[in-house]
């Protein structure tokens, strides 16, 4: 296998034209990105929140995926019973780019006096830019002739998330519109065989719960499970520890996919970042360096109770 858009493309971006599902992109560190997948935690943890992250994947290989995503929300409304976030999403594909941009609400009802359920809703629009030139391709024909340029879709989709104090789980679906990027009707030879790359209904499931192992110890088995019709289920299962309200480390495992290994460091009450890094226990593994993942994250507080009791989700 080269180490070329060729392998890259065809064998994953070019796999989307063929009736397959076009996925969103993947997290390592889903436990603190919640807000891209479900609306529902808009406003959750009552502080006025910023996040940034980046993820290269499959390091090495050209082409290869290469996600920025950037989140904002807060608790607003004078019972504080509602929040708002907005997420912006960048994700790089061989010669595709993807630009999601929403705005995302959630309401939220005390279910008892440390239990919350939240409903969400997302809304937005979808920027598909795909430039075929960088493509290298031996027989080019009808389907590569012609880029996509600034394609916006409509996005609407929604969540529902409950927590108490240590458990909390989640289900999404961001996007129940099924976009169509490309479609037979654009080619001019019927003999070409292309069907449709769309966007199709991603379902996200996340759990986890906290265990206090000591005074200064806390232990956090969580999941997450991606599925959509036309690809494989994904399934994560990822063991956190916080040492001393300070100091995160984690493993995880990706399903017939990767081993994932995790730090995070509060700097101060307001600053976190996280460091995640993955490697394939696929056949991939030979021809790629792995996966790395930054992220940051800082906090306006508005209660000082927040800061004294943080909360490890």
Same mark, same amino acid.
């Given at each position: 296998m080269k180490k *070329?858009?060729?392998?890259?493309? !065809?064998?994953?971006? @070019?796999?989307?034209?063929?009736?397959?599902?076009?996925?969103?992109?993947?997290?390592?560190?889903?436990?603190?990105?919640?807000?891209?997948?479900?609306?529902?935690?808009?406003?959750?943890?009552?502080?006025?929140?910023?996040?940034?992250?980046?993820?290269?994947q499959w390091v090495g290989l050209d082409g290869a995926p290469k996600t920025a995503?950037?989140?904002?929300?807060?608790?607003?409304? *004078?019972?504080?019973?509602?929040? !708002?976030?907005?997420? @912006?999403v960048r994700d790089e594909l061989g010669p595709s780019i993807n630009t999601n941009v929403t705005v995302d609400y959630s309401y939220s009802i005390n279910t008892s006096a440390n239990t919350q359920l939240s409903f969400g809703l997302k809304a937005g629009i979808d920027i598909l830019d795909v430039d075929f030139s960088k493509l290298n391709i031996a027989d080019p024909g009808d389907v590569f002739e012609n880029n996509i340029d600034n394609k916006v879709s409509p996005q609407i989709g929604a969540g529902v998330y409950f927590n108490t104090d240590r458990f909390y789980a989640g289900l999404s679906v961001p996007n129940f519109l099924n976009t169509k990027h490309f479609d037979q009707s654009d080619i001019n030879d019927p003999s070409v065989e292309v069907t449709t790359a769309a966007e199709r209904m991603h379902y996200f499931f996340i759990a986890g719960y906290v265990f206090d192992l000591g005074e200064n110890l806390k232990f956090k088995p969580a999941t997450f499970v991606k599925a959509v019709a036309g690809s494989p289920l994904q399934a994560d299962i990822s063991a956190n520890f916080l040492m001393k309200e300070k100091l995160i480390l984690g493993v995880a495992y990706r399903w017939s996919a990767a081993l994932s290994a995790m730090a995070g460091f509060q700097i101060s009450d307001q600053i976190f970042i996280g460091f995640g890094y993955d490697v394939e226990t696929t056949d991939l593994s030979s021809y790629n360096g792995g996966s790395y993942e930054f992220m940051l994250r800082f906090d306006v507080f508005s209660k000082p109770e927040r800061v004294l009791t943080p909360r490890f989700f």
């Open positions: *070329s858009f060729l392998a890259i493309a !065809l064998l994953i971006l @070019l796999g989307t034209f063929t009736s397959q599902a076009q996925q969103d992109p993947q997290y390592t560190q889903y436990m603190y990105n919640t807000q891209v997948v479900n609306p529902a935690y808009a406003g959750n943890r009552d502080v006025l929140s910023f996040g940034l992250l980046y993820r290269t995503t950037l989140t904002a929300d807060s608790p607003i409304g *004078s019972l504080e019973n509602m929040g !708002l976030g907005l997420t @912006l």
